[in-house]
T-cell receptor, first 107, second 113 residues
Framework: KNQVEQSPQSLIILEGKNCTLQCNYTVSPFSNLRWYKQDTGRGPVSLTI?????NTKSNGRYTATLDADTKQSSLHITASQLSDSASYICVVDDMRFGAGTRLTVKP | AAGVIQSPRHLIKEKRETATLKCYPIPRHDTVYWYQQGPGQDPQFLISFYEKMQSDKGSIPDRFSAQQFSDYHSELNMSSLELGDSALYFC????????????FGQGTRLTVV
């Protein structure tokens, strides 16, 4: 069983809409949790990084939250754009990757 | 700003050959991570180095070895290549390890034929 599980596997939304991606992890303790955006065939690009003591971190239209009690993190994207279409990957301690959520933003 | 540089970008090798992938971290970054991403799969952590010493080891096959040099660049050496080694190999770097942001290179696409 993967120690980092993401949901949904894929998501289609209309341009301008908001969405929230989920990441559940069983790694404990851990030092950091990162959200990455990865375009097909490209290297992941860091969106946010949080330590275990942080609850929320924003980066423009991206806001990540972390609940260490429930071992859940979420990535909220506001006012989606066509360029947000990509895979979003949750990574714990740089070593444990979730399978990603494939987001498609349609006009 | 300078980013993580990986070379080569593309590499084609035959089975049982060897390959060396190189990673040049962002200047002043002392930590390097290597990942393997097979087609349609999520990245798998291979190995990491901090200050030229191996810091963590993941699912790196015994046929692979890596090191970090005095200038902090890193090389991933792959021997006795197998068809299943065909993948994207990413390198990431950070200043320190743990809670600092890591930056990824564009990757090296290795194709074993």
């Amino acid at each position: 069983k993967n120690q980092v599980e993401q949901s949904p596997q894929s998501l289609i939304i209309l341009e301008g809409k908001n969405c929230t991606l989920q990441c559940n992890y069983t790694v404990s303790p851990f030092s950091n949790l990162r959200w990455y955006k990865q375009d097909t065939g490209r290297g992941p690009v860091s969106l946010t990084i949080m330590t275990f003591s942080e609850n929320t971190k924003s980066n423009g239209r991206y806001t990540a939250t972390l609940d260490a009690d429930t071992k859940q993190s979420s990535l909220h994207i506001t006012a989606s754009q066509l360029s947000d279409s990509a895979s979003y990957i949750c990574v714990v301690d740089d070593m444990r990757f979730g399978a990603g959520t494939r987001l498609t933003v349609k006009p | 700003a300078a980013g993580v540089i990986q070379s080569p970008r593309h590499l084609i090798k035959e089975k049982r050959e060897t390959a060396t992938l190189k990673c040049y971290p962002i200047p002043r970054h002392d930590t390097v991570y290597w990942y393997q991403q097979g087609p349609g799969q999520d990245p798998q952590f291979l190995i990491s180095f901090y200050e030229k010493m191996q810091s963590d080891k993941g699912s790196i096959p015994d046929r692979f070895s890596a090191q970090q040099f005095s200038d902090y660049h890193s090389e991933l050496n792959m021997s006795s290549l197998e068809l299943g080694d065909s993948a994207l190999y990413f390198c990431a770097s950070s200043l320190g390890s743990g809670s600092t942001e890591a930056f990824f290179g564009q990757g090296t696409r290795l194709t074993v034929v």
